[in-house]
């Protein structure tokens, strides 16, 4: 592990701040230089993965293309493939696939130590926090740089310094950072400074007292990266600095920026690529490679259109459940000279009254998005059969595509009973129903169909003529299907299957022919998007939905 160099990125005051993004603003420095980078996400709960999480409670649960199991001793097994939100980012920004198990929970460490026990490891001896459970993070650690081999290896820990839950986390960087040479870690610490309304400045007093407290844990950071709504001052920077004990160039400004995506060009303008590089001890003989990603970056400031999406959903209080999704819809944008307005829509409302479906005439696109249970249900099928009356661009994702079947099969097919088995069991009509492999299974976490599967696109679909190739792979999460009895009596009415498994027996697309733009598709095509590559079935979705807003804006002319 000596060879890779170990940069950990912790965080203060309050959570949300964008560690993740500011993980991979650093991790685009260091690609940039030519660097290698991989990156670990450590999440202080107790759940093993965050797959059985509400996204409102959590946000979006992100999947992998592989499907790791994790077997702490001979016969227990956990498959995961579902991880944190953050490692979309990741993603996103490094073009780089991470790995499940570089998704490190509490719930995976104390497992395994609780289980090696149990099976006989630690006979004789006391499990305890400190040597056993650092032990345990250190050692996976030191596993994935060994694995992976990065010239740099970035781990973020999740929460914010205080929690009782990450202090064994940072305890385990305490001790890393004793035992590995000096030039071989560097810490970040990421903060928030806030703006007081009353007195029209930014403060830097939680900084400090967040700074104190990971003093406070033996751990000092050579950078602090501030958080606020505008840039830093020099002043402010040499308070922190002062305060802090760290020097005024190691104080990052990091404020609040649009796209996103523009948060390594400001951190190089701040050199804090070359000062980190000073810092491990990376030396490297070219001029950063960053001009690609700044035309980039200039595709989403400089878009000339605009145009409005629904996204009727369950979770539309946090708009972090959809956070891939609502990136993949930027970046198609960006490409097609176009910024994407998101009009979220609760769906429970639209139940309660069903005049407001009527928001989706100013909209130039409906997108349905995931979900599980049936809280909001019957608002969803009843947009998804709006969007098929009127016509509107609608793209169904997952859950999406499956109350698209639910409303075709009701609103056209004449089928009022016809539903999905996870809401009503008893359905005469399940045009939705269990996976075959599914019907035994009772366990709830990571036992859903993961990761990515090889798809059989039909030639002649819009399928086909967004990715116009035949065989692709996309990432999957659900328990239930399509059933494929009920679309075969649905094509004489134009709603046809555009996509198989490998088998050919699993519905893995579906569409209406006879509609502009209407597909619905059983995996997550939004966490291959990417901003320098949309995703092809985002991009002719979006394509389409600017297409009707030419229609609407030349009618109004």
């Not at 395994?112 to 499990?127: A, D, N, W, Y």
């Not at 491990?280 to 409005?308: G, H």
């Not at 993961?450 to 999460?477: C, M, N, P």
Request: charged fraction near 20%.
């Amino acid at each position: 592990m000596t060879m890779t160099k170990l940069c950990f990125v912790t965080g203060g005051v309050l959570s949300g701040l964008g560690k993740g993004i500011t993980t991979s603003a650093i991790g685009k420095l260091l690609q940039f230089r030519g660097f290698h980078v991989d990156v670990i996400k450590i999440d202080p709960y107790l759940n093993v993965d965050p797959g059985t999480l509400n996204p409102i409670e959590h946000g979006e649960v992100f999947i992998t293309d592989e499907v790791w199991e994790f077997n702490p001793a001979p016969g227990f097994v956990y498959r995961i493939a579902e991880i944190d939100q953050d490692a979309g980012t990741y993603e996103r920004f490094l073009d780089h696939p991470f790995h499940p198990s570089q998704n490190i929970t509490s719930g995976q460490i104390y497992l395994s130590v609780i289980v090696h026990e149990r099976v006989g490891k630690f006979l004789g001896r006391t499990i305890q926090i400190v040597p056993h459970i650092t032990d345990e993070v250190k050692s996976r650690i030191r596993n994935i740089a060994n694995k992976e081999d990065p010239d740099v290896l970035l781990i973020e820990i999740g929460g914010t310094v205080g929690d009782i839950e990450a202090m064994p986390f940072l305890e385990a960087i305490r001790q890393l950072r004793l035992e590995l040479p000096k030039h071989d870690t560097c810490l970040v610490h990421v903060t928030l400074i806030p703006y007081l309304e009353s007195v029209g400045q930014l403060k830097s007093k939680p900084t400090q007292h967040s700074v104190r407290t990971l003093q406070g844990m033996g751990l000092q950071p050579d950078i602090i990266v501030g958080r606020a709504r505008e840039s830093l001052s020099k002043e402010i920077k040499r308070k922190i600095s002062l305060y802090c004990s760290v020097p005024e160039k190691a104080v990052i400004s990091n404020p609040d920026l649009s796209p996103i995506y523009d948060l390594p060009p400001y951190f190089e303008q701040q050199n804090m690529g070359n000062y980190l590089c000073s810092l491990l001890q990376l030396s490297y003989d070219c001029k950063p490679a960053i001009d690609d990603w700044i035309e980039m970056v200039n595709l989403f400031k400089n878009a000339k259109r605009t145009i409005n999406i629904a996204m009727p959903g369950k979770y539309t209080s946090i708009i972090d459940s959809y956070v891939s999704i609502n990136a993949a819809l930027q970046d198609a944008g960006a490409h097609l000279d176009a910024k994407v307005n998101i009009n979220w829509i609760d769906t429970e409302a639209i139940e309660e009254d069903p005049d407001k479906i009527r928001v989706l005439d100013s909209c130039d696109g409906c997108l349905l998005t995931p979900g599980f249970g049936s809280r909001g249900v019957e608002g969803m099928i009843q947009t998804a059969s709006y969007a098929i009356q009127k016509n509107i661009p609608y793209l169904g994702i997952c859950f999406g595509a499956q109350l698209l079947t639910v409303a075709f099969a009701r609103s056209i097919m004449g089928w009022k009973e016809a539903h999905t088995t996870e809401v009503d069991a008893e359905t005469h009509v399940p045009v939705i129903d269990f996976l075959p492999e599914q019907k035994i299974i009772q366990e709830k976490g990571g036992t859903m169909r993961l990761g990515a599967h090889k798809i059989i696109i039909q030639e002649g679909t819009k399928l086909w003529d967004a990715y116009h190739q035949s065989v692709i792979h996309e990432r999957f999460r659900h328990r239930y299907h399509i059933i494929e009895e009920y679309t075969g009596q649905m094509k004489e009415k134009g709603f046809i299957t555009s996509a198989y498994d490998e088998t050919g027996k699993i519905v893995n697309a579906i569409e209406i022919n006879t509609h502009p733009f209407c597909v619905g598709v059983q995996f997550h095509p939004e966490y291959t998007s990417r901003p320098n590559r949309p995703n092809p079935l985002y991009f002719a979705f979006i394509k389409h939905a600017l297409e009707r807003s030419t229609i609407r804006m030349n009618a109004n002319e």
